[in-house]
């Protein structure tokens, strides 16, 4: 799956790789979570444009939003399917820009997060689906959602999905709707290939989305993970009390 990502190439590399008209100045982002609005690539009156949309979305024959869980990931095999996809991917498909993304592990009954990239370090196009809900009162809202698909062999062993990834020379025919139907961009829904991404441990100060900085990416030293352990919980040692011995009254006690 893919529940946090980062973007710290420079706005115009971005700009060059993607091909869009727009030329945007943003500023890197090192911890971005559901809910919180991305860059996101489309194909639009013949053109690549960027928008920004909410990262999660909301199927437009949803009634109340607020009742609704978004979706931030859609599964690659069902999206032919699930009514919530089904129609975003044959017209409203578009990438999300990123420079890679972060995982957790389950080790030893905790989970320590993981900084995972290109070994090349080049930018990646995650394959994502665009829907717009409209309110009864004119409303509207663009979501997205992140494709995934099974991890390689080496990628598995941080978790068993990864986002999807289209390759640069693919762009044209993942985000061309009118071109390209839904059966023929199914094949390029695949995790990267053994050996493309490179990934190190990072510290757990990731967990907490208020915390957006360079230092993130950087592997964890021993010190920093012995200091992140948890502390082992202390029992509280009852208070000792002076008694005083009662006179026998010759009746005995329990106490």
Same mark, same amino acid.
């Given at each position: ?78 999206? =032919? ?38 070994? &090349? ?53 993942? =985000?061309?709707? *009118? ?18 991404? !490179? ?39 009852? *208070?000792?009390? !002076?008694?005083?011995?009662?006179? &026998? ?7």
């Amino acid at each position: 799956m893919c529940g946090r990502f980062v973007i710290t190439s420079p706005p115009e590399a971005l700009r060059q790789t993607f091909g869009y008209i727009e030329q945007p100045n943003f500023p890197p982002r090192y911890n971005i979570a559901p809910t919180q609005p991305i860059p996101v690539v489309i194909l639009e009156n013949g053109g690549r444009h960027f928008r920004l949309m909410r990262w999660g979305l909301v199927p437009a024959w949803v009634k109340d939003p607020r009742k609704f869980t978004l979706l931030i990931n859609a599964r690659s095999e069902t999206l =032919l399917e699930k009514p919530a996809f089904k129609n975003a991917i044959k017209r409203r498909r578009c990438l999300i820009p990123a420079d890679g993304y972060y995982e957790w592990q389950d080790a030893s009954g905790r989970k320590r997060p993981f900084f995972i990239h290109r070994r &090349d370090g080049h930018p990646v196009g995650f394959a994502a689906l665009a829907e717009t809900w409209m309110g009864p009162n004119g409303e509207e809202a663009d979501g997205v959602a992140i494709v995934t698909a099974p991890a390689s062999r080496d990628l598995a062993t941080l978790h068993h999905r990864v986002p999807v990834t289209i390759a640069p020379d693919e762009f044209e025919r993942w =985000l061309d709707g *009118r071109s390209h139907d839904a059966d023929e961009v199914m094949p390029l829904l695949r995790g990267p290939t053994e050996g493309e991404f !490179a990934w190190h441990e990072i510290s757990t100060r990731v967990n907490r989305v208020v915390n957006d900085d360079p230092q993130l990416l950087l592997p964890v030293t021993e010190e920093q993970r012995a200091a992140e352990e948890p502390k082992p919980t202390k029992r509280a040692v009852p *208070r000792k009390v !002076a008694s005083v011995e009662p006179e &026998d009254d010759g009746q005995g006690s329990l106490f």
